[in-house]
């Protein structure tokens, strides 16, 4: 059973930081691209930042130069770090995995977890 479990979301104020984790347990996160999503009240799912099976990474415009995204595969971990919040960065973060590569394809999602940024 494949689960991906976020954790590091909450209550920040603007210009802070946070670590969001997606620890995954039943797959092996280096095999697959791995990204966060953010989906807002009331807006569609929009992708932030994806790193591939060979590690390269991309960023959605809105947060370039603010958040970095990172692979622990000792820990089959990734990470957002999330530098600068913004009060648009509110959002609920879902962590991806993506494999279309047989003889293994998966496309599974996390819970979610709330991010916050308010005075």
């Known amino acids: 059973q494949v689960q991906l479990v976020e954790s590091g979301g909450g209550l920040v104020q603007p210009g802070g930081s946070l670590r969001l984790s997606c620890e995954a347990s039943?797959?092996?996160?280096?095999?697959?691209?791995m990204a966060w999503y953010r989906q807002a009240p009331g807006k569609q799912r929009e992708l932030v930042a994806s790193?591939?099976?060979?590690?390269?990474?991309n960023y959605t415009d809105s947060v370039k130069g603010r958040f970095v995204i990172s692979r622990d595969n000792a820990k089959n971990t990734v990470y957002l770090q999330m530098n600068s919040l913004k009060f648009e960065d509110t959002s609920v973060y879902y962590c991806?995995?993506?494999?279309?590569?047989?003889?293994?394809?998966?496309?599974?999602w996390g819970q979610g977890t709330q991010v916050t940024v308010s005075s």
């Open positions: 991806n995995a993506l494999r279309r590569v047989l003889p293994i394809r998966g496309d599974h």
């Open positions: 790193i591939t099976r060979g590690g390269s990474t």
């Open positions: 039943g797959i092996i996160v280096s095999i697959y691209d």
